[in-house]
């Protein structure tokens, strides 16, 4: 049941809140809060809480700078770590406003709710699991993180070798006390690295779940000594951590546009000109589900990570797979994405790159059902199975000559994402790097 100003001001004063915090996603995927004392709540509920946008990096220009957080009553909850003393602590998410209380078309949230709008008058809602993986590091002596963990364990592992499984079910706690049904959780096939799986929701709600479910491993991580890091390929020689996106389209009465008993697949017309539109698209998306110099690290052969652009119900080295569950349950899992990105913009992006293969009526290549890293060159060029980026320079040079992402993303987001992303790939380019040294210093 959707939550009211006056059911919330109930909870404030029953769990004693006395704290609250704002919260909004920049271009770039970071949580930004603004924290306000109980004194102030009425007034953040009713959207008036002002704050300086020109401060958030690709926001707004410094004479533009004024601009409202609109609360989203459905996203408030409780911090069960923040009760200090039975005085309690609560989150929201926001909509960014423009002074002049339209939504500001540079906020994350909003540009996905643009998308999901569009795909509803085509009679479409979006659901959406994310799977994203993540690693537990120790800390040095001055609280630093490091790329160190005393796991010596491997995929399904149990204790004493999984060093991180307290930490874990901590976090496992701390979502359900927050409103997340957890499904599993377990180690993964790197030491260090982990995986813990909450219930699909409808796509807005999913990216929500996803930002909150990152902050939540970070903070409780902390409370152990541990660093949890979300980067991609922290470690070189092992699996890089991946954010695999389960998403589905449902029609307007509840049923699933993605299911066809009839079909030998079992999938629907709609299905195949999704899968259709997502393989057309997927170079041209690469740059917002990968987002890093980093992710390109991660999106190499031989670490189970998606490289080509192909589609299977059952291989899973192909860049989209169909799950076995069918009924409700049938989705296309995209691979690719890592749990950097800013899942509202990476959303925004696999929908629209879907509802192309819709709206054009594209048909997918052939499903590709054999292991694609054992395939010679010259048999992937015969079954037309592109690579994926192996840059984010290609990535960026794709993501601007793509026809759909200045649309998706809209001309704010676009522009000023490409910027930051093309600053971000001429500092690494310009940068001295340790295997330069080691491989040329004592040679040259």
């Avoid at 991580?221 to 991609?232: E, I, R, S």
């Avoid at 984010?392 to 998706?408: F, G, Q, R, V, Y």
Wanted: hydrophobic share 40%; charged share 25%.
């Amino acid at each position: 049941m959707a939550l009211t100003k006056k059911a919330i001001l109930k909870i404030v004063e029953e769990e004693n809140i006395h704290f609250f915090r704002l919260q909004f996603v920049d271009i770039f995927g970071f949580m930004k809060n603004v924290a306000i004392p109980r004194s102030q709540i009425k007034k953040a509920l009713d959207g008036k809480m002002m704050f300086d946008g020109s401060s958030i990096d690709g926001f707004a220009r410094i004479q533009e700078s004024d601009m409202y957080l609109v609360p989203d009553y459905d996203t408030f909850t409780i911090l069960p770590w923040r009760n200090i003393q039975g005085v309690a602590a609560a989150r929201i998410i926001c909509d960014v406003h423009k002074a002049d209380g339209t939504p500001f078309e540079g906020c994350p949230r909003v540009n996905l709710k643009r998308l999901l709008a569009e795909a509803k008058k085509m009679g479409y809602t979006m659901n959406v699991g994310t799977e994203a993986e993540f690693f537990l590091f120790n800390q040095d002596d001055c609280g630093c993180p490091s790329t160190q963990t005393h796991d010596t364990a491997g995929y399904f592992s149990v204790d004493p070798e999984d060093y991180g499984i307290d930490c874990r079910r901590e976090v496992i706690e701390t979502l359900e006390k927050m409103g997340f049904e957890i499904e599993a959780s377990h180690h993964e096939v790197a030491e260090g690295q982990h995986e813990v799986n909450f219930k699909y929701a409808d796509a807005l709600t999913a990216a929500d779940n996803t930002i909150t479910f990152k902050w939540v491993v970070k903070t409780i991580a902390k409370k152990y000594g541990l660093h949890a890091t979300f980067m991609p390929k922290p470690v070189f020689g092992i699996n890089g951590s991946g954010m695999h996106t389960n998403q589905s389209l449902f029609n307007l009465d509840g049923s699933n546009a993605f299911f066809d008993k009839k079909d030998k697949l079992q999938l629907s017309k709609v299905a195949y000109q999704y899968i259709a539109g997502l393989t057309k698209n997927a170079r041209g998306f690469a740059a917002v589900t990968n987002p890093l110099v980093n992710s390109y690290k991660r999106l190499v052969p031989g670490y189970e990570a998606p490289v080509y652009v192909a589609w299977s119900a059952a291989n899973r080295s192909a860049l989209l797979r169909i799950p076995a569950t069918r009924g409700l349950g049938t989705r296309v899992e995209v691979r690719c994405p890592d749990p950097t990105c800013n899942p509202y913009l990476a959303f925004a992006m696999m929908l629209n790159s879907g509802l192309d293969g819709i709206k054009n009526k594209l048909t997918p290549p052939p499903s590709n059902d054999v292991n694609i890293y054992q395939m010679t060159d010259a048999q992937k060029k015969k079954a037309k199975i592109a690579n994926m980026p192996a840059s984010l320079k290609e990535a960026l040079d794709e993501l601007k000559k793509n026809p759909i992402a200045k649309e998706t993303l809209g001309p704010h987001i676009f522009e000023k994402y490409l910027a930051g992303k093309i600053k971000e790939w001429d500092s690494f380019r310009i940068s001295v790097t340790d295997w330069e040294l080691d491989e040329y210093l004592a040679i040259y």
